[in-house]
């Protein structure tokens, strides 16, 4: 096999890439403390747009070897991995059988996704997508929604992001309202995320469920939601 499509070439030439400074950006961005969501995540200093170039060189690397990455504590690693995938899943030209790998491999290695930017970087078009182009059933994404596992219901309500650029919406607000009341601010964020997404598709669908449910939304699942409303909607919204 050639170096260059293997877990442990693309982690050599990701090694070349460490930068002290970048390390100290990445250290004050995440929140790695005691008690934090990053906490224990390994972060060496290579820029996302180094890992990000490294993937595209590398979306052909077997899935194998995608699942080798994720095995890596290092958090640069495990998000080259699942760019990969990502950028595999949206390419044309992908097999269906691979789509189906990767999204299988999602699913089975979710313990190693395990921070809000690496759900971000795969779950719309490495889940969703799978789902929504192979028209498969999505009980599987109200199961995480429901999961005790924070990223597993980010993974939940990030996947729809792709039905919303289809103007596919009844899992979002389905999704949404399993997640209203949800402990997580990560999570808070991402529902009021697909909310404003959905409104970009039919406002009037948005208006009826922040109608019903926005006094008691949390303040920051609302305001992500309101974003784009009108300042005298906002308002309203704000004041309930």
């Given at each position: 096999?050639?170096?260059?499509l293997?877990?442990?070439?693309?982690?050599?030439?990701?090694?070349?890439?460490?930068?002290?400074?970048e390390?100290?950006?990445?250290?004050?961005?995440?929140?790695?403390?005691?008690?934090?969501?990053?906490?224990?995540d390994?972060?060496?200093?290579?820029?996302?747009?180094?890992?990000?170039?490294?993937?595209k060189?590398?979306?052909?690397?077997?899935?194998?070897?995608?699942?080798?990455?994720?095995?890596?504590?290092?958090?640069?690693?495990?998000?080259?991995?699942?760019?990969?995938?990502?950028?595999?899943?949206?390419?044309?030209?992908?097999p269906?059988?691979?789509?189906?790998?990767?999204?299988?491999?999602?699913?089975?290695r979710?313990?190693?996704?395990?921070?809000w930017?690496?759900?971000?970087?795969?779950?719309?078009?490495?889940v969703?997508?799978?789902?929504?182009?192979?028209?498969?059933?999505?009980?599987?994404?109200?199961?995480?929604?429901?999961?005790?596992?924070m990223?597993?219901?980010?993974?939940?309500m990030?996947?729809?992001?792709?039905?919303?650029?289809?103007k596919?919406?009844?899992?979002?607000?389905?999704?949404?309202?399993?997640?209203?009341?949800?402990d997580?601010?990560?999570?808070?964020?991402?529902v009021?995320?697909?909310?404003?997404?959905?409104?970009?598709?039919d406002?009037?669908?948005?208006?009826?469920?922040?109608?019903?449910?926005?006094?008691?939304?949390?303040?920051?699942?609302l305001?992500?939601?309101?974003?784009?409303?009108?300042?005298?909607?906002?308002?309203?919204?704000?004041?309930l």
């Amino acid at each position: 096999m050639d170096r260059t499509l293997t877990a442990d070439g693309f982690v050599e030439l990701l090694a070349a890439q460490v930068s002290a400074d970048e390390l100290a950006k990445v250290q004050r961005y995440f929140k790695l403390g005691p008690g934090d969501y990053g906490e224990g995540d390994v972060f060496v200093g290579v820029a996302m747009r180094d890992v990000f170039a490294l993937a595209k060189e590398h979306v052909d690397m077997p899935v194998g070897e995608i699942d080798r990455l994720l095995d890596s504590p290092v958090h640069e690693v495990r998000a080259g991995a699942l760019n990969i995938m990502d950028k595999a899943a949206r390419r044309k030209r992908t097999p269906d059988e691979r789509r189906q790998a990767l999204y299988e491999l999602y699913l089975r290695r979710m313990d190693r996704i395990n921070n809000w930017d690496l759900v971000d970087l795969a779950a719309p078009y490495v889940v969703g997508g799978y789902l929504a182009d192979y028209d498969r059933p999505r009980e599987v994404l109200y199961d995480l929604a429901r999961s005790a596992d924070m990223w597993e219901r980010r993974t939940a309500m990030l996947a729809t992001l792709y039905f919303a650029r289809q103007k596919d919406l009844d899992d979002i607000y389905g999704i949404a309202t399993i997640l209203l009341h949800d402990d997580e601010d990560l999570i808070h964020k991402a529902v009021g995320g697909m909310l404003r997404e959905a409104g970009k598709h039919d406002r009037q669908r948005l208006l009826a469920f922040l109608d019903q449910h926005a006094a008691e939304m949390p303040r920051t699942m609302l305001r992500y939601a309101i974003e784009h409303l009108d300042p005298d909607q906002r308002a309203h919204y704000r004041g309930l």
